[in-house]
């Protein structure tokens, strides 16, 4: 519990020892397995699971961890959980004696001064040893939590000025003793978290990871401990080498960036994040000096794991897609994060919400700072709307119940040259299932009324941001909700000369006389009938729109993409006929003169 | 003596299996992409000429045409598809366009969005609303709905899919949308969600609906031009359509959603390959279909190869109707060869059946891995090609080979045929890597078997690359997919949803249910021509734990015959409960005793037997050596040299061949590399083995 354990955690771990040599064929075999057996882990446990986020939204991960606690394997999973479960499991391997670590153990742990994420996403794992009893891998598996016993219902505070406000932190804790299920320890969780599906939930991870094991058990079996080890040795070397390889073609430089996200929990304006990335030859930095460490600030302050993991979930999206996934991203990227900033938070700050914001800030300023050398990949793998409307209520029984809203359906999928941004999000959060209002109204009492693209709220650009939805929502009982603004002042930024994305806006009580604009964070209590209308901002243009194809602009008007009036406004297209007859033409020639009278205008402006 | 016939249409050659007793006759002739029933009357009148008949005296004796299309995935892989509209509930117009977030890559920031089968601009919302438990929250708006038909109208649209929230509780707003589509657009062709995929969520339903009414056009006038051309020749029958989970069943019944024929082709062979396997004690197999066009793998585990429903994406859209898992790969006899741009490519461009390859002389100007086998000496234009329907030609093959390969490459006609052979070796052995890969499983592990005119070429040699010790061949292997068709069985497979805490069912309420399944199973499959006595039911239900998502289906009896309800009665449901808690158990590890688990749908398949080929092994005849019937300079991979050249014809049950060699069967060419050994089997299917170094 401080920056020296830090330190500690993220310290480069040496190759595990083997005598065996393997062929790359073999390794990627290998590799596949491990890729596999994680599909099989995080299927089970969405199969299984109780709850809607896990079973329905896919907001898990499993990875495979080796013994001397570097990442072996990922399954596809959010980039908030991707690369986080080491740090988790490492303080698990600093304590194998202590805690009698055998065949048939389960641990979890959750616990963001220990390696965690925060409080929610709790990273269950379970040893794999050899014939010997010599610790080979470890099957890890994290998921969301709907709760975590805190002072408020649902895992988030938005006024909990430190991490025990959130509820039950857990370094690492034995579940499983030699295949036998500690029950008192299991109840012991069960009692400290107010969502019914818990029970199900833990018992479907417990579950998982156990197979993992098995599945594990078999693979040494089938290759033998060493070639395995040589296996994940060679991957991991292997994609820390292709990493270079790519960076050693970008040119050498700082490039730095700064992104502010509107404000913290408590109103505090402009929290800053400083992102410089510095290329020499094949070693890229990725330095945070620079970032807030004002000590006022409250529920901005990301763990440290999830500032590592964010970082690299946003390069590996920038180079070669078909790069492993392993340890050798972080063998081959060196970060600074200062110590007792909002990056890496002195212990016991409240951990919740910075998992989204400061959090995908990182990422955003990686991308933007990278933009004028990777013009192709630059696009920010990101969500930027604070935290989704969560409606939380209690059934006939008091037993708990909560919508999480993970029904955003268009938001932050942002342009890239030569790409419109298209579908829901960003490719990152390719792997989020959204939820869907059949399966949450046969569940929760709400309706949801509408959750369209709204015309225009997109950037423009000569490649254009997906417009953003309108969730409109309705609550059939009195229920408490719980949201968290951003955006609104600072959204999504635009690339290369490209608009930003449109400002998100959140109002409650809609249609009534008491309707409001939420402007920051809130914990309201709403009446049976009352509606909420939440408008995500769409993804960022890139470059500048007046070079987008006038046709494509034609064809965006005809699809409602983007309206008549913007397409002159914001694109300098000028449009004739009606889109109700389908009959919009591009009148060429005044397009020509509108765009360069906008062209000499911008370049006066910037001359200025 | 009565007939049963599987026909499969690839994009290259239609292909026939008729089963006359136990008898198995094979035919295949080139597709006519026109007009695909054009081949097949073509080629069943051929079969008739080879049993002495006309095509009418035939056609009356078939008790049963099986037929698995691609004529679905064609339309999706050249997005040719009909003019295409969308009405749903107001305010969720974009579901189709924003998957539920899925991406095919997250870690892919240039992946391109699907081409849109239908653009947001003829995707119209109607004011209307149903909830949950059937009620009606909002109703109709009729007035909005007329104008945005005719929107639709004003576009062209050609076919409308009608999806609305909670329709399978109760589809009173599709029905009446439907009426009005019908009144406003009466050539329309309609697909309604909750006959194409009664069940939640409402992204899986729509996206499966809005594909269905995008091929549904083409897939029914193409089956209605079919079953047409079949009767004015002689056949009184139905026509069965092999359907994308493996069984087969009337057009009648496939009418509301043409789409469950998706991929039905490949599912043909993937189930005969089943069959055939377990037949020859081969489990574990690596299915790979080399044809014309394509390159089709598919991997049985323990014999089986299960129908997956739910989250199968295809060609980029999901459909969610169950479906055998099958991987497609560009590479097949057809794809184009060329160094135009300074590396070989092989694929996935393909000549197709016309113009085809230069060999076939049907114009074809672009070399091809059909060409290159022709200069490798792999196959010849002195031996009949495709059962004799036609000869190969060297024609031009020199030429063509030179002009997009050697000539860039500037190497002689010879090496460039060689590197064709070798690239597009190594593209299938990759993708092959990628698909086992990905399931964990090492190749090594499996058989290959291996089918599709151009499989057999090239079987021995990937099953060497991957590691592969054994390969399978069936006799039948070029028309596989259409013997697999006669391996499938008739079957429905249909649920309802009833969603109820398991401790509130209601066993009569359930029993309703399964009897309207029941009756509809009936009707459809007697129509078909089947009896009741030949019907099994398997009535199951479909449970979960409160919160769960994902419900396991629970088998509660197999009846055979008559309908017999004695199973249902009051203690069915406490049975079902425990056997979901074990059934859990087995399949998670973990039961919860505590929760009472809820009932979410109620199922039931039926099926019927129906003849089937019959598919044996083992290596009981006398082993000896065969006798080639001539030599031919070819290369297998270890430059040119005199080649044995067996006719298939020639070879019986024990024969056994060593390798260098080939084999010219009537439909396909076997080749035995060097290093491997082939024999034939008691069912005259051939297997190739290894040999120790």
Redesign the interface.
């Known amino acids: 519990m401080s920056f020296e354990l830090n330190r500690r955690l993220v310290a480069r771990r040496p190759a595990l020892d083997t005598h065996a040599t393997v062929d790359s ?1 073999t390794a ?2 290998v ?3 491990f ?3 994680c599909f099989e882990v995080a299927t ?1 446990l ?7 986020i896990i ?2 939204s896919n907001e898990r991960n499993a990875s495979i961890i080796d013994a001397h606690g570097r990442l072996a394997g990922i399954s ?1 999973g959010i980039p908030q959980l991707l690369f986080v479960s080491p740090l988790a499991v490492r303080w698990g391997l600093e304590n194998v004696r202590q805690d009698d670590w055998g065949p048939g153990d389960v641990f979890v742990g959750n616990d963001p001064d220990y390696g965690g994420g925060h409080l929610p996403d709790y990273t269950v794992y379970a040893p794999v040893f050899d014939g010997r009893g010599e610790l080979v891998l470890i099957q890890a598996l994290q998921a969301h939590q709907g709760d975590t016993g805190g002072k408020d219902p649902g895992g988030f505070s938005v006024d909990s000025t430190d991490i025990f406000g959130e509820g039950l932190g857990i370094p690492v804790l034995k579940l499983v003793h030699r295949g036998q299920p500690r029950r008192d320890v299991i109840d012991l969780l069960i009692r400290n978290n107010r969502f ?2 818990f ?2 939930d833990i ?2 991870m ?3 990871v ?2 993992g094991a098995v ?1 594990l058990q078999a693979l040494l079996t ?1 290759y033998g401990v060493d070639l395995v080890k040589a296996a994940v040795n060679f991957n991991i070397d292997q994609t820390a080498q292709r990493f270079r390889q790519a960076v050693a073609q970008w040119p050498d430089g700082d490039y730095p960036a700064d992104v502010w996200i509107d404000q913290d929990t408590a109103g505090n304006p402009d929290v800053h994040v400083r992102v410089t990335c510095r290329i020499a030859g094949d070693q890229l930095t990725v330095d945070m000096t620079g970032s807030d460490a004002r000590p006022e600030l409250v529920n901005v302050w990301n763990t440290f794991a999830n500032t590592r993991g964010y970082a690299i979930a946003q390069l ?3 180079v070669d ?1 078909a790069i492993n ?1 392993n340890e050798g991203l972080f063998y081959a990227v060196e970060m600074v994060i200062p110590e007792g900033s909002i990056l890496q938070p002195p212990p016991n700050k409240p951990a919740a919400l910075g998992a989204f914001h400061p959090a995908v800030e990182v990422g955003e300023a990686i991308c933007i700072a990278l933009s004028p050398i990777l013009p ?4 920010p ?1 990101v969500y930027k709307l604070g935290m989704p409307n969560a409606v939380i209520g209690f059934n006939e029984r008091g037993e708990m119940w909560m919508d999480q809203g993970v029904d ?3 938001s932050d999928a942002s342009a ?1 040259q030569g ?2 941004g ?13 939820a ?4 949450a ?3 929760f009492p709400v ?7 709204t015309t225009d709220t997109g950037g423009a650009g000569r490649w254009r941001g997906q417009p953003g ?1 309108c969730n ?1 929502k309705q609550v059939l009982e009195p229920v408490s909700a719980m949201t968290w603004m951003v955006s609104r002042k600072h959204p999504l930024r635009g690339l290369n000369g490209g608009d930003d994305a449109g400002p998100y806006s959140n109002r409650f009580l809609v249609g009534t006389e008491q309707e409001f604009e939420v402007q920051n964070a809130l914990n309201a209590q709403l009446p049976a009938g009352a509606i909420t209308r939440y408008q995500y901002g769409g993804g960022a243009g890139f470059e500048s729109p007046l070079l987008r194809d006038p046709l494509a602009v034609r064809e965006d008007v ?4 983007v309206s008549i009036e913007a397409a002159r406004e914001r694109y300098g297209v000028i449009l004739t006929g009606s889109i109700e ?2 009959d919009l033409a591009v009148d060429v020639n005044k397009t020509e003169d509108l765009r360069r009278q906008r062209q000499t205008a911008k370049t006066w402006d910037s001359a200025r | 003596m009565n007939y049963r016939i599987g026909i499969d249409i690839g994009g290259t050659f239609t292909d026939f299996a008729m089963l006359k007793g136990q008898e198995l006759i094979l035919h295949k002739n080139l597709s006519t992409p026109d007009d695909r029933s054009v081949g097949v009357i073509q080629g069943l009148e051929r079969l008739a000429a080879m049993e002495g008949k006309s095509l009418t005296q035939l056609l009356e004796q078939v008790e049963a045409i099986i037929h698995g299309t691609t004529v679905a995935d064609n339309t999706l892989i050249e997005m040719n598809g009909a003019c295409t509209g969308l009405l749903t509930t107001a305010g969720f117009r974009d579901e189709l366009e924003l998957r539920r977030g899925f991406k095919e890559d997250i870690w892919d920031v240039r992946l391109a969005p699907p081409v849109p089968i239908i653009p947001r601009r003829r995707r119209l919302g109607v004011p209307e609303r149903i909830r949950f438990d059937g009620s009606v929250h909002t109703p109709l708006d009729e007035n909005a709905a007329r104008s945005a038909i005719r929107r639709l109208a004003k576009q062209g649209v050609e076919s409308v899919a009608i999806c609305t929230l909670f329709c399978f509780t109760n589809p009173v707003h599709e029905l009446r949308l439907a009426q009005l589509v019908a009144e406003e657009m009466p050539d329309a062709h309609i697909s309604l969600s909750h006959q194409v995929l009664p069940k939640s969520p409402e992204f899986e339903r729509v996206s499966t609906t809005a594909v269905n009414a995008y091929v549904g056009p083409r897939v029914s006038q193409y089956i209605n031009r079919l079953s047409e051309r079949l009767k004015e020749s002689g056949y009184s029958r139905h026509l069965l359509l092999m359907q994308s989970n493996g069984g087969v069943m009337t057009q009648e019944y496939l009418a509301g959603s043409p789409i469950r024929v998706l991929s039905s082709g490949p599912a043909g062979g993937v189930i005969g390959s089943a069959a055939i396997g377990r037949a020859k004690g081969a489990t574990e197999l690596l299915c790979v279909d080399m044809g014309g066009t394509s390159y089709d793998v598919s991997v049985i585990r323990d014999g089986q190869a299960p129908a997956q429903s739910g989250w199968n994406w295809h060609h980029r859209y999901l459909v969610a109707v169950p479906m055998v898992q099958v991987e497609t790969l560009g590479a097949g006899g057809g794809s184009i060869c060329s160094a135009a741009t300074g590396t070989l490519q092989v694929g996935p461009a393909s000549a197709g059946a016309a113009p085809g390859p230069v060999c076939y002389g049907r114009g074809g100007k672009l070399p091809t891995v059909t060409d290159a086998m022709l200069v490798l000496g792999l196959l010849s234009d002195e031996s009949e090609f495709a059962g004799g329907s036609f000869k190969l030609v060297r024609e031009g093959v020199a030429e063509a080979l030179q002009e997009h390969v050697a000539g860039p490459m500037k190497c002689s006609i010879e090496e460039a045929a060689f590197d064709c052979w070798r690239v597009v070796n190594a593209n299938m052995t990759q993708a092959v890597r990628r698909l086992t890969a990905q399931k964990g499983s090492n190749p090594e592990d499996l058989t290959l078997l291996a089918y599709g005119g151009n499989g057999p070429v090239f079987a021995a040699i990937q099953a060497q690359e991957l590691g592969i010790q054994r390969v399978l061949v069936p006799r039948t292997s070029p028309g596989f997919s259409a013997t697999g068709a006669l391996a499938a069985q008739p079957c429905i497979d249909e649920e309802r949803s009833y969603i109820v805490a398991g401790t509130k069912a209601d066993i009569q309420h359930i029993r309703q249910l399964w009897q309207e399944l029941d009756q509809r199973a009936e009707h459809f499959l007697q129509q078909a021509g089947f009896s009741r006595q030949d019907m099994q039911c398997r009535y199951q239900l479909n449970l979960r734990y409160p919160g769960q998502n994902w419900s396991l289906t629970v088998e509660a009896a197999t009846v055979q015959g008559a309908q017999d309800w004695s199973f249902a009665g009051d203690t069915l449901i406490a049975q079902m409960l425990e056997r979901f808690h074990q059934l859990h158990f087995a399949r998670y590890g973990h039961a919860r005793d505590s929760e009472a688990p809820e009932i979410t749908g109620v199922r039931l398949i039926a099926s019927t037997e129906v003849p089937k080929p019959h598919f044996s092994g083992g290596f009981t005849a006398p082993q000896r050596a065969a006798v080639p019937a001539k030599q031919r300079r070819a290369n297998l991979g270890h430059g040119f040299r005199a080649t044995d050249i067996y006719r298939g014809a020639d070879l019986v049950p024990g024969h056994s061949i060593a390798g260098p060699a080939i084999i010219e069967e009537a439909f396909t060419t076997i080749v035995v590399y060097p290093g491997w050994n082939a024999r034939l089997d008691d069912a005259g299917d051939y297997e190739l083995n290894r040999q120790p170094n």
């Not at chain 1, 969405?46 to 809607?52: F, M, Q, Y």
């Not at chain 1, 192709?376 to 696009?379: D, I, N, P, T």
């Not at chain 1, 005809?558 to 993409?561: R, V």
């Open positions: 064929v990627s075999i590799n596949g397995a890729e596999t057996i089970h969405g199969r299984a699971a109780s709850s809607a079973n329905q596809v019914p599906s029970a199900g018992a479907a417990i579950s998982a156990q197979a599945s089938r590996a999206s920038m897609p996934k192709e990949r630059c696009a793998q955003v359906r268009a890239t790409l419109d298209w579908g829901a999000m960003c490719a990152g959060l390719g792997n989020l299932i959204l869907t209002a059949e399966d109204e046969s569940r309706l949801n009324l509408a959750r369209e693209m939805t409109i005809l699809d409602e993409y007859d389908f």
